[in-house]
T-cell receptor, first 114, second 111 residues
Framework: DAGVTQSPTHLIKTRGQHVTLRCSPI?????VSWYQQVLGQGPQFIFQ???????GRGNFPDRFSARQFPNYSSELNVNALLLGDSALYLC?????????????FGPGTRLTVL | SQQGEEDPQALSIQEGENATMNCSYK?????LQWYRQNSGRGLVHLIL?????REKHSGRLRVTLDTSKKSSSLLITASRAADTASYFC???????????FGTGTRLQVFP
């Protein structure tokens, strides 16, 4: 069975541009969470989506948005990119909404903003 | 901001030795989890301990939780070179819908 997949693997953008990152959860998983991991730090929670609705939001500006589709895949959108948005963006899926369930992480998308 | 703070930031040991990492957090939690990350890739879930549990084992891993001190420890026994990775604690806060990660401990196990 396939794990969590993310695309693209790497991405280079310039300041002010927009980016869309994609995540496909494990089959049967209805919850998708997004995290930003800056080099040398732990992942920071951005969003959780469950059954296509936003269930949790971290301390990120409105430039960050996400959505979940009927097949439970998800997109993370970041507008007006800043240099500080350079990071590894991780997606995790799980069976249910709460975090008692094991989170399965994808390999991440490494975003570089120049 | 991150809730968990891990200690030490880095740890180097020889194969066969035990490795202990500590995590402190700030607010009441539902559960605490430990994850491993190899070379900046995706994280792998290791173990979850609920707020009403004090100790949990999984293979060579032993996790303790002291909610009165808001701290947890991860012990890896008989370490192997393959255990070389960064280890993170993560907490689900009480009445929150967030999973908050700590700063991580970088473990290096020398053969």
């Amino acid at each position: 069975d396939a794990g969590v997949t993310q695309s693209p693997t790497h991405l280079i953008k310039t300041r002010g541009q927009h980016v869309t990152l994609r995540c496909s959860p494990i089959s049967g998983h209805k919850s998708v969470s997004w995290y930003q991991q800056v080099l040398g730090q732990g992942p920071q929670f951005i969003f959780q989506y469950y059954e296509k609705e936003e269930r949790g939001r971290g301390n990120f500006p409105d430039r960050f948005s996400a959505r979940q589709f009927p097949n439970y895949s998800s997109e993370l959108n970041v507008n007006a990119l800043l240099l500080g948005d350079s990071a590894l963006y991780l997606c995790a899926s799980s069976l249910a909404q709460n975090f008692y369930n094991e989170q399965f992480f994808g390999p991440g998308t490494r975003l570089t903003v120049l | 901001s991150q809730q968990g703070e891990e200690d030490p930031q880095a740890l180097s040991i020889q194969e066969g030795e035990n490795a202990t990492m500590n995590c402190s957090y700030k607010t009441s939690i539902n559960n605490l989890q430990w994850y491993r990350q190899n070379s900046g890739r995706g994280l792998v879930h290791l173990i979850l301990i609920r707020s009403n549990e004090r100790e949990k084992h999984s293979g060579r891993l032993r996790v303790t939780l002291d909610t009165s001190k808001k701290s947890s420890s991860l012990l890896i026994t008989a370490s192997r070179a393959a255990d070389t990775a960064s280890y993170f604690c993560a907490t689900e806060g009480y009445n929150t819908d967030k999973l908050i990660f700590g700063t991580g401990t970088r473990l290096q196990v020398f053969p």
